[in-house]
């Protein structure tokens, strides 16, 4: 029988994550309601961490081989170039694994350098990942179709392999460059027509303003969020919708960043409901406080009757559910309740619902086809390549307008900022502005 010292060093990563996911199931299933929220919420945001970074190991090891010891058995070890090319992989490698722990130690009003770099080097390492394992998939399909039977010089041999990784480097290079520069844009406008059931006349044209994904947190502060409600304030929407992921930290740490959305003064309001990240700062109901005291609403698992500034007699049903990552994380008096979000909320009236994850706005359907606009966000687009495709495929509505049976559609915003990684590629951050029209 193998001992875990004999073990290679892939296969000891792959041993720490499943302990730290165990720990994280066991913290969920039983230590929940025993710890203290204060405590809870560090256990769970370090043991996240330390997750991410033992599954990131496997791939450090990776890194390092194809770039540095595949270079160390040849002449260009040698060279003056080579030891701070070493130090330059290894910077690299802590960078983006010290970028997990950032949310723990370094979050203000405006992002630190530090977050910023370890962030970037993040996004950076899974497009080298990426790489390195495209183009060694390349390789080994080549060398089959080429023929066990055709040989090749040393020379060539070692030629190809040191193309691979700088081929990797250089591409990964470029496409950080291309990402950092589109995400460092102002969010796009980007203004939708949709046809709403049953919305009365006097309401037609009506506008909502929908904002998805801002993360505040290590690389977004005040001055982004400034930016966008100034962006906001220049639509002069009837209504504003924040679907969730507003914050990746306790509202205490970080409300001098959040002050900007004091200043959002939509004429029928200005309405919130919650991601899976503000579930993940375990400090929702301070949220919620905070968030009051800016006028901005919080609907949880609620609606409310947005009336027609024309006729006193015309509304609709506007509605919010919590995300369902409450349920996965036992938070205490949340989790999506559609039953009593809708409460009130007949199909005689056109329903519009909150709901942060495309999965939940998929559900919501099932169990209430008579809704009429559902509202989300959580995908970013996919936000850079190449998550796009897990994005893509892991969830029923990735981004945009989507038309469900005969009167009901479903939009799904790329996110008005960004997670962590201050990069783009593939997707743009936006502000949506939602024409409702009526029949």
Not at 72 to 95: E, G, N, Q
Not at 331 to 348: I, V, W
């Amino acid at each position: 029988m193998i001992s875990f010292k004999q073990l290679p060093l892939e296969a000891k990563a792959a041993v720490a994550a499943g302990v730290v996911f165990f720990s994280m199931m066991l913290s969920r299933s039983y230590l929940a309601e025993q710890l203290e929220l204060r405590t809870r919420r560090w256990l769970l945001r370090l043991q996240m961490a330390l997750f991410a970074n033992a599954l990131m190991l496997i791939g450090s090891l990776h890194v390092w081989r194809s770039t540095v010891t595949t270079f160390s058995r040849s002449s260009a070890a040698s060279s003056f170039c080579f030891m701070p090319w070493k130090i330059a992989v290894f910077m690299f490698l802590a960078l983006a694994h010290s970028s997990f722990f950032t949310l723990l130690f370094l979050v203000a009003e405006e992002p630190y350098f530090f977050s910023l770099a370890a962030y970037t080097c993040l996004g950076a390492y899974i497009i080298l990942i990426f790489f390195l394992f495209a183009l060694g998939s390349v390789e080994q399909a080549y060398k089959f179709l080429a023929g066990r039977g055709a040989k090749a010089g040393t020379g060539n041999k070692n030629s190809r392999t040191a193309m691979k990784p700088v081929l990797a480097v250089m591409l990964t290079v470029v496409l950080t460059i291309v990402g950092l520069l589109n995400a460092s844009q102002p969010p796009t406008v980007n203004s939708v027509e949709v046809p709403v059931h049953k919305l009365p006349s006097s309401m037609n044209n009506l506008k909502v303003v929908l904002l998805s994904d801002i993360h505040l947190g290590p690389t977004v502060g005040k001055t982004k969020l400034a930016m966008i409600v100034r962006m906001v304030k220049a639509l002069k929407p009837d209504i504003t919708v924040i679907v969730g992921d507003l914050t990746d930290s306790e509202a205490e740490i970080i409300r001098p960043a959040v002050e900007p959305l004091g200043e959002l003064n939509s004429p029928l309001g200005t309405y919130f409901v919650t991601g899976n990240h503000e579930y993940y700062t375990s400090d929702v109901s301070n949220w919620f406080e905070l968030l009051k005291s800016f006028n901005i609403r919080p609907l949880h698992n609620e609606n409310v009757k947005i009336f027609s500034p024309k006729s006193a007699g015309d509304w609709f049903c506007l509605a919010g559910v919590d995300d369902i990552e409450a349920d996965v994380l036992r938070y205490s008096g949340h989790g999506m309740d559609l039953k009593k979000a809708l409460r009130d909320c007949s199909s005689e009236h056109a329903i519009v619902l909150l709901a942060h994850q495309p999965i939940a706005a998929k559900w919501a359907l099932q169990e209430r086809p008579d809704i009429n606009l559902i509202l989300s966000g959580h995908t970013h687009g996919g936000q850079m390549f190449p998550l796009n495709a897990g994005a893509y495929f892991l969830n029923p509505f990735f981004v945009g307008l989507y038309k469900v049976g005969q009167n009901t559609f479903v939009y799904v915003s790329p996110g008005t900022m960004y997670f962590g990684i201050p990069m783009r590629l593939g997707s743009r951050a936006e502000i949506t502005e939602i024409i409702l029209r009526s029949p």
